[in-house]
């Protein structure tokens, strides 16, 4: 997206998107929702209290009556998507030619490859709990035999990268080895290695050295990886030292 985008009018109340706790104020905002999380929206998302919204807050009741009629007639989503885009024009065709295709196939996926997407795009705006609730989720379902077993393995390697983020390593190294005996990678393994050095756990990697025959090459990637990880950490903690001693001293001369 290039260039100065205008907004119409702004709304003095927001109308708040509960999928990603974000307020908005204007139809621009509502288009820039749906053309980047375009996964989480539903036929929910388009509701009465939205076409409400457009035609009061936002004094747009020509595009509110469409929708309201779209609604009604359960028109498919990418149709009502579609619809605020050209309204608001805030995208241009080369933006609409990207994101139509996506638009297309949604609704024609499975159940469990929507949930994914929709636990992708939590994932990206940082909602990570809503996101591994979601993955739990898919594996509770019963298996599509239609996807493949490198889908499912994603589940658990997300999950794991979940974990990690909130420090809980055991469960994270768990998540990757379930990802790497349904689907054998090494992007899987060296994730399952790093959870072993970062928990100094010798034993555990012993332990996956000899079930999985585990290459030096490998070893010697991670071992390299770890020290950067490690160094970079340690970079982060002086800075942040340095920055807490600097503030501690200003504190200190304004004392004075």
Known sequence: M???RVCSKQARMPYHISEIDLNVYSLEEICYFLYNHIYLVEKSFFNDSLVSYIEHDLARPSLAQK???M???KYPVEDMVMLIFNETMYYDEH???????ILGTIEKKGV???LQMKAESFYKVGKYEKALSIYFSILMMQMDMSLTTKF???IYYAIGTIYGKFFVYD???KAFKSAFDLYPNNLYLKNMIMICLIENDDEVLLNLIR???ISDEILKECKNDYAILSENAKKNEEIHENLENMKLEYVEMLEA
């Open 2 to 4: 290039g260039g100065l």
């Open 67 to 69: 929708l309201k009629q």
């Open 71 to 73: 609604i009604g007639a």
């Open 95 to 101: 933006e609409i030619e990207k994101i139509k295709p």
């Open 112 to 114: 469990h490859e929507r």
């Open 152 to 154: 499912y393995a994603d």
């Open 171 to 173: 469960m994270a190294g």
């Open 211 to 213: 079930k999985y025959n």
